[in-house]
């Protein structure tokens, strides 16, 4: 390698001698969840004192996180620390109301428990939600860093800076996509592959609203994409799988492809229909 090349890169060490890794913004988050849920937590606490240091050294670690990152702006990184935390309890609130949906959502979930020990969704709810905080106090690079850890660990992509409402249901997840300007109102309920996007990736869009808008109790089933900052799906709307949608939908429809089978030899045709349930 050449030595200006050599010297150029150890540079760029120096600036950031003290940025948090990925590891250890992980691991904040992962101390963080388990110290809101059992469930995740890796130590036991002998007493309320102990447990009252832990949250000091969580809010430390927060702290010397953001102090670096926030040295040459001006954004304090102890109003930021103290915002976060005093959110917490909102926070797990939303958390209790979303594990709820979960359960009452999938047929299948035995338990709350088991919603919140083994369920992808409510990891990367919990990873939106903290980072959500931390995004609406200005602080970037952070909010996403802990985004796209639930991300590689459950294969949800929720982009921090979402408005995402109460009572979010998230089945199977797998290959969801929530776009960084997708409003979702309440009890909404969303299943694997779906795609919330821009209809545009021009850069010069970034600070305009490029993605759907989902009103109340919707349902979106899987491989849904639904692009475009002027689309809004209404209220107490179905939509139906792997559907393609660039348009608003009135409330209390139901979007689906309808499949006609041609006779004499000729092949199935795919008509995407929209029927409306509303008056």
Known sequence: MDDRFIEQIYSSHQDCVQCPSKEEVSTFFRN????LFPNYATQSFESLIKFNLHILNLREELYEMLYIQLRNTPIDAHEVTNSFFDSIQEVYEKLQQDVLAMYKGDPAATSVDEVIRSYPGFYAIAAYRFAHELAKCNV?????????HAHSVTGIDIHPKANIGNHFCIDHGTGIVIGETTDIGN????????????????????????HPTIKDHVVIYSGATILGGKTIIGEHSVIGGNVWITESVAPN??????????????????????KTDAP
């Open 32 to 35: 963080l969840l388990g110290t």
């Open 140 to 148: 970037s690079i952070l909010p996403r860093m802990i985004t796209e």
């Open 187 to 210: 009890h909404v309920k969303i299943y694997q592959g779906v795609t919330l996007g821009a209809l545009s990736v021009k850069k010069e869009d970034a600070k305009t609203k490029r």
């Open 253 to 274: 429809s139901k979007v689906h492809y309808l499949n006609k089978v041609i006779t004499e030899g000729k092949e199935h045709i795919d008509t995407h229909i929209i």
